[in-house]
T-cell receptor
Framework: GIQVEQSPPDLILQEGANSTLRCNFS?????LQWFHQNPWGQLINLFY???GTKQNGRLSATTVATERYSLLYISSSQTTDSGVYFCAVVDDMRFGAGTRLTVKP | ETGVTQTPRHLVMGMTNKKSLKCEQH?????MYWYKQSAKKPLELMFVYNFKEQTENNSVPSRFSPECPNSSHLFLHLHTLQPEDSALYLC???????????FGPGTRLTVL
């Protein structure tokens, strides 16, 4: 099956900083999602982005399917952005190990 | 609120107990999923149902028994579990299999 790798595994930021999270996948994909898991375990949909770029407020994502990666950008980070960010190859229902983001006030 | 609900939210059970987890989706979707999330491990797909038919069983032990009576409801029946089965169990749904998924809040299970 497809391998999904996320980097970095951990990220600590000061409030207001920007960050880029990366998701690499080992084969071509048709459907890719980004999620934010809050401290209570709820997985919140951020983007469904098989290719191209999408933006939602301070967050944006870009998937370059031919290069087999996707990026999640968080700008002007807030403490409420803390949590674990997962990318998932929906074709295979396979998740990466996540990036744990901590935003300090 | 994603339109996917799970009950109970927390469950503590002994190894000899029988319990069931329930998932309900109000999105009109046709596919439903069970995932397991153990501490410090990625989410692992357990089962997939598409139009009430099981289409994926990811080598899950038989002590986990899924049931999908209709496209809106999904159950996971538990019996004779082991302590290592303690985890967060997440349900998801999508319009069709392999489409954008929406997750419920999860059931945090502890097996004593």
């Amino acid at each position: 099956g497809i391998q999904v790798e996320q980097s970095p595994p951990d990220l600590i930021l000061q409030e207001g900083a920007n960050s880029t999270l990366r998701c690499n996948f080992s084969d071509s994909v048709n459907n890719l999602q980004w999620f934010h898991q809050n401290p209570w375990g709820q997985l919140i949909n951020l983007f469904y982005i098989p290719s191209g770029t999408k933006q939602n407020g301070r967050l944006s994502a870009t998937t370059v399917a031919t290069e087999r990666y996707s990026l999640l950008y968080i700008s002007s980070s807030q403490t409420t952005d803390s949590g674990v960010y997962f990318c998932a190859v929906v074709d295979d229902m396979r998740f990466g190990a996540g990036t744990r983001l901590t935003v300090k006030p | 609120e994603t339109g996917v609900t799970q009950t109970p939210r927390h469950l503590v059970m002994g190894m000899t107990n029988k319990k069931s987890l329930k998932c309900e989706q109000h999105l009109g979707h046709n596919a439903m999923y069970w995932y397991k999330q153990s501490a410090k491990k990625p989410l692992e797909l357990m089962f997939v149902y598409n139009f009430k038919e099981q289409t994926e069983n990811n080598s899950v032990p038989s002590r986990f028994s899924p049931e999908c009576p209709n496209s809106s409801h999904l159950f996971l029946h538990l019996h004779t579990l082991q302590p290592e089965d303690s985890a967060l169990y997440l349900c998801a749904s999508s319009q069709y299999q392999n489409n954008e998924q929406f997750f419920g809040p999860g059931t945090r299970l502890t097996v004593l």
